[in-house]
């Protein structure tokens, strides 16, 4: 009984992000100062940001270089502590629920890298035995995976022989290994070829009609524009807007979202001013 | 508990699935080890060639009559005056009644040119022809270097094969005098007999500087170990897949701390095999050299072994401790060095030090450098050796723990 009500709530797709006033600190020390021009100790990277992404939606975090993306998602992930407010995934406190949070996240970002010296499929059974999955279960959803994205051509090479958009596509699957609710995605299809980049988007979209929820960065608003349901604009580390594409376009009275966005950028700058 | 398991075995797996790392870890150390001996071997035997000239030689001062009888009439070859014959050694007899002479014996024994010098008391048969109950037997003083082969075996033999006998023989002629079973003593009054040179008692240091110099070649080991799996996996980038996954950031610690201690152990176990199996090479010339035995006891091998893993763990610990401050390689091998040279300093530092309380093997570090010392020696008590390995336990413990905690820190872990 229990467990058919729990299979019902998984099935009920009630997954939600809930960013409630957050703002994020970084501590500089002298090295970083220096790199940021920076004459203060302290660096605001995120500035009292509020949004609630829900499940099937693909919803974006659009911004500038340096904006704070990057790190208010690692906070949802957490990996980061927000400095002030705080982030519920599913009701979860990421603060101290993180290891539950984890259990259905996953955080994908080209920075996050696999270990150049195993191969595709050793990683695959490492990060699914560490996420305590029977191997069973493992088996088939590499299965899934591997051919979906086409790895099974090389799984057997190590990563430090792959190129970068197979070694993109191997870390998108070991990833994706727990077949996570929430996928929480910085800069997408940065650095990667066309082709590779749309297959990555297509199976964002794949993972939307499924239910997950599904939380993207970029800087290019042409992918956002395509990509998002919904989305928030960060700005210098403040949230400049947040609502569904629509709406983004409307407001500004244009079709394309990078003239919306310019528009916003414009209207912040003058206000800082 | 499963998690650390798990981490563990891809630490383990990603050093056993590399060929240039299990040569660099396995395969050189038994190399470099069982060269050394070799080496020191070869450096051995060709000193062992130079003594091969060696004239065993005893000096006699002040023999009495009966004595100088006794050796001609007995042991000495007539064709070979001042030649003595005892198993397959020739041995120079040398008579002298001046008394410059016999101090310069002394040297001599000591110095390794001289193997034995045997002192006659003034009047030596008068005392024995007139000796009268409850008086003081005459008392034949003895020199020699137990440090050296040839000299230990001198005094063994000349006391077996001459003095004993001769003692015998004036006994017959004392038939009458059934009471009286003491002619003369040996050495009764002579705290000086024992003519050694501490510097070369010192070979035994040779003994101590080998396991000490593995546990620092331990360390240089572990030290390439630990920045890659700690600095490293931040550098590459690998460390953030890691604390994404939902297990305990301290399960990740813990299980790369435990590949670590396995592969520094293994190695350990490599110089340690290697010491066992060079060390015939060495001890049997080296040995020879040193008058002493360099074997190990089983004892000795199992309380080094015990000292030298808990060791690993506290260097292990250290490493990984200074590699997570580290935000790549290159940081974490600047932040260990200055680590490295002080505890080589202190191991140096304790190889010199004579005499130690129990209580000072528990300071980190420098504990388990005396008490591999003293295994060797013997002089290790059974709460200093103990202590030692406490201390590297709780040492490393709470290094571990240390690193743990850093783990925690977001600062330390994405300070990019
Ligand atoms: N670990 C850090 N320590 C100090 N400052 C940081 C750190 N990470 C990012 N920053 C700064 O915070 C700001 C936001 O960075 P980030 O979140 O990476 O932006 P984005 O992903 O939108 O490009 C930037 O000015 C960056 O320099
Ligand atoms: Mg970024």
Known sequence: MAFLILKIRKESRNHMIEIQNVTKIYKLNKKQMAEQKSSSSMKVAVRQVSFTARDGEIFGVLGPNGAGKTTLLRCIATLLQPTEGKILVNGLDTGKEGEQIRRITAFLTNEIKLDPHFTPKYLFRFFGRLHGMPEEDIERRQKELFDYFGIQEFEDKRMEELSTGMKQKASIAVSLAHDPDIIIFDEPTNGLDIITARAVTDYLRLLREKGKLIIVSTHIMSEAQKLCDRMAMIIQGTCAFQGTLEEALAINHTEDLEDAFFEMYRRVMEVEK | ?416
């Open chain 2, 1 to 416: 508990m499963k998690a650390t398991a798990i981490v563990m075995r891809k630490e383990l797996y990603r050093v056993f699935s590399d060929k240039k790392m299990i040569f660099g870890l396995f395969v050189m150390p038994a190399m470099v080890v069982i060269g050394i001996y070799l080496l020191m071997g070869i450096m051995a035997a060709s000193m062992m060639q130079d003594r091969a000239a060696h004239e065993p030689t005893i000096l006699i001062y002040g023999a009495s009559e009966s004595f100088q009888e006794y050796i001609k009439t007995i042991k000495q070859d007539p064709q070979q005056p001042g030649i003595v014959t005892i198993g397959n050694t020739v041995y120079h007899i040398v008579w002298t009644e001046d008394e410059s002479e016999f101090a310069a014996g002394k040297d001599r024994i000591y110095s390794g040119d001289l193997d034995l010098l045997l002192s006659f008391p003034e009047d030596f048969d008068e005392q024995i022809m007139e000796y009268k109950e409850g008086a003081a037997a005459p008392d034949l003083k003895t020199f020699y270097n137990p440090s050296e082969d040839y000299s230990d075996n001198a005094r063994r033999d000349i006391l077996a094969d001459i003095i004993e006998p001769y003692r015998q023989s004036l006994l017959g002629q004392r038939i009458g005098d059934l009471e009286q079973l003491t002619v003369f003593t040996v050495d009764k009054e002579n705290d000086e007999s024992v003519i050694q040179n501490d510097n070369k008692a010192q070979g035994k240091l040779f003994g101590t500087v080998i396991p000490y110099m593995i546990t620092i070649l331990l360390f240089a080991g572990a030290v390439s170990l630990g920045t890659d799996s700690f600095a490293g996996e931040k550098e590459r980038g690998t460390m953030a897949a890691l604390l994404m996954l939902p297990i305990k950031r301290s399960a990740i610690v813990y299980g790369k701390l435990f590949a670590l201690m396995i592969l520094s152990g293994f190695s350990a176990l490599v110089y340690g095999g290697a010491m066992i199996f060079a060390m015939p090479l060495l001890y049997r010339t080296l040995g020879d050299m040193l008058g002493q035995d360099l074997r190990f006891s089983p004892v000795q091998m199992c309380m080094m072994l015990i000292i030298i893993v808990t060791l690993v763990f506290l260097y292990v610990a250290l490493i990984a401790l200074c590699a997570t401050f580290a935000k790549n390689m290159k940081e974490g091998s600047t932040y260990i060095t200055p680590v490295y040279m002080a505890v080589i300093a202190v191991g140096v530092m304790s190889i010199f030090k004579e005499e130690v309380v129990d209580i000072q093997y528990l300071i980190p570090f420098y504990g388990s450098t005396i008490a591999l010392k003293n295994i060797f020696t013997f002089e290790v008590t059974v709460p200093g050796f103990l202590f030692a390995v406490l201390s590297n336990l709780l040492t490393g413990a709470l290094f571990a723990w240390l690193t743990a905690r850093l783990f925690q820190n977001e600062r330390i872990m994405f300070n990019t």
